[in-house]
């Protein structure tokens, strides 16, 4: 398990204009500098582990070791021994003695994520320690004093965990001598197209292409019109693999690709007789056989992908994870080789050669 014992110069930027999020990191400043224990709150993928290194870099403590811990990677026994250490034959496999986290933060900053999973019992002792500076190594009874700023972080309601008996309220006193709550994404509209500007051009070079050509106006919509549940984590999945899956790259990116699994062959039907959970049936319920209702679903599925990106083939066949000879080979099995002709473009007024094989444009 990786140990950070140093400021991360790799460690992607803070980005955003929304008011709510410049709130955030004017607080954080503040903080920065108090040598006080600060809790982190934001739903998943908000950036909380990118505040808790604000916190660190911005504070006495920068150069000090900057230590992270995942709270809900590990068992109880094995989140006791991680933080505190233990001693040679505290149990079986402990051959020699191991480091707790606290002393290899010694000095500097110990960020515990997902900080509500940890047990009472761990709890506790993160408690004593922060009151103390002190704790036992599991299986010895040496007492070892560090100065440690513990900097936690949670995507769950705290004080609604320790009202029902579930997270030690005396703890979460200490924990939270102030609070940084994190907006959601869906709180920072106007950082929507700021982000994925940020997170193209990165992924641009990742790809080794000349320039990012940027998105088009319909893409900026469907993105700012997406609710984000997975927050800024989930937008730059999204904008990476919607760059990736774009056969353009000298065009602007129109589709954009949120769902990875959407595809005419995703295993639908097998995977509704396993469901616990009821399916809601689509407006319009095809009748026939299950062949038939396949058919028609597909048939469908293909008419307004292909109305929604103006029948420009190659895009379609982007948004739905095809490539160019998936889709015609769909389009000539459903018969919609004879769908309406989408309006010239400017590119084909202007005199360029269409695709006269087709009433859909290939490009």
Known sequence: MAISTKPDPDLPPLVGEAPAFRAALAQVSRLAALDRPVLVVGERGTGKELVAARLTYLSPRWDKPFVKLNCATLAE???????FGHEAGAFTGATRRRLSRFEIADGGTLFLDEIATASLAVQEKILRVIEYGSFERVGGNEVQRVDVRII???????????????????LLDRLAFDVVTIPP??????????????????????????AFAGFTRDALARLAAHRWPGNVRELKNVVERSLHRWPLPDEPVDAIVFDPFASPHRPAAAAATTATAPVAAPAEEPSGDFAARVHAYEQRLLAEALAAHHYNQRRTAAALGLTYDQLRHYLRKHALGSARREAPSPASASGCVSNRGSPHRAD
């Open 185 to 210: 994404l869906r709180e920072r509209a106007e950082d929507v197209a700021l982000l994925a500007e940020h997170v193209a051009r990165a992924m641009t070079r990742e790809l080794g292409r000349a």
């Open 152 to 170: 936690a972080a949670t995507n769950v309601d705290l004080p609604a965990l320790a009202a029902a008996g579930r997270f030690r309220s005396d």
């Open 77 to 83: 026994s094995l989140l006791d021994s991680e933080l």
